[in-house]
């Protein structure tokens, strides 16, 4: 009761049941592309082969490498369907929704929060008065649709070459191959270290943000994160409308134990890849 009648007890809901159940679901097939991938890409290592074993060997590695796939892709289509009845429901028109306040592509404000989060670092400027996305956050979701065609696209290329080839010549498998394992390759680095940093080992953050699998956070989190969504809220009159209840003790461990095993295989993934690169690659 004492939540009930107290606002500053309740927490602020950033993201909706349906991106936190995509995003796990994204977690767990992006880490299982990645150690089957890279459990290919590298079958000449120790670690590798090791890996193999664990996985049930390289054939089943492989099976489980395109089950993850088939959900990656769910996952992106899923989405695109959700932004589409977000679209009609909330937006009214792809204009509101692509070039609204809340707008996930690049604006000049993401350069001057750019420009003004690298002042800040170097202790000449105040920190960015961010609104509801960073510039890091929009580049790291458009990363995805990058991944998704380029190397969705090329490892469709490398599962059906009989059908791709009846449209195209042979050679592109051999094309297919290398853009597939190399952008593969720059996309596990890429989250495993940028994203991690961005997401979770930032001082503030440090060691872990759950806020993308609780979708809540704190009202004082959220004043500090997002002060110019923060603002707008509040001058509207609407922060009410997004306040919560927060999530039981068992919950947040439950989380933090996934988030956790997240953590610890991307980390290890890294280690792997960069073992393999300085002692073993070929």
């Given amino acids: ?34 150690l089957t991938g890279m459990t290919l890409k590298f079958s000449y290592t120790g670690w ?36 589409t009845r977000r679209k009609k429901r ?43 996305w960073t510039y890091w956050e929009k580049f790291d979701y458009f990363a995805v649709f990058w991944g998704v065609f ?8 490398l599962w059906f070459p ?3 080839t009846l449209m195209f010549p042979g050679e592109l498998i051999n094309v297919a191959t290398i853009i597939h394992s190399d952008e593969a390759l720059l996309a596990t680095g ?14 503030e953050k440090f060691p872990m943000d759950i806020v993308v699998f609780t979708g809540r956070m704190t009202l004082e989190e959220f004043k500090h994160d997002k002060p110019a969504e923060y603002e ?6 609407e922060l009410d409308k997004f306040l919560v209840e927060p999530y039981p003790p068992i919950v947040l461990r439950t989380v933090r134990v996934f988030g956790w095993i997240a953590l610890s295989l991307g980390f290890s993934i890294t280690v792997w890849i960069i073992y393999a690169m300085i002692f073993a690659y070929r």
């Fill in 150 to 157: 380029v190397i969705g696209s090329t490892g469709l290329t």
């Fill in 1 to 34: 009761m004492e939540t009930i009648n107290n606002p500053e007890a309740k927490e602020y809901l950033r993201f909706s049941r349906l991106n936190r159940i995509l995003h796990i679901l994204m977690i767990v097939s992006f880490i299982s592309l990645a």
């Fill in 190 to 203: 890429f989250i495993f270290t940028v994203h991690f940093f961005n997401t979770h080992l930032r001082p």
């Fill in 90 to 132: 909330e937006f009214g028109s792809w204009k509101k929704l692509l070039f609204g306040p809340d707008t996930m592509l690049f604006t000049k404000k993401d350069l001057r929060d750019f420009i003004g989060n690298l002042k800040w670092f170097l202790g000449i400027g105040p920190r960015p008065n961010y609104g509801r």
């Fill in 232 to 237: 707008d809220l509040v001058k509207k009159g």
């Fill in 162 to 164: 009989e059908i791709f």
């Fill in 48 to 83: 590798a082969v090791l890996l193999s074993h664990l996985l049930g060997g390289f054939e089943t590695a492989g099976n489980i490498h395109r089950a993850a796939a088939i959900i990656m892709f769910g996952v992106f289509f899923t989405h695109i369907y959700d932004l």
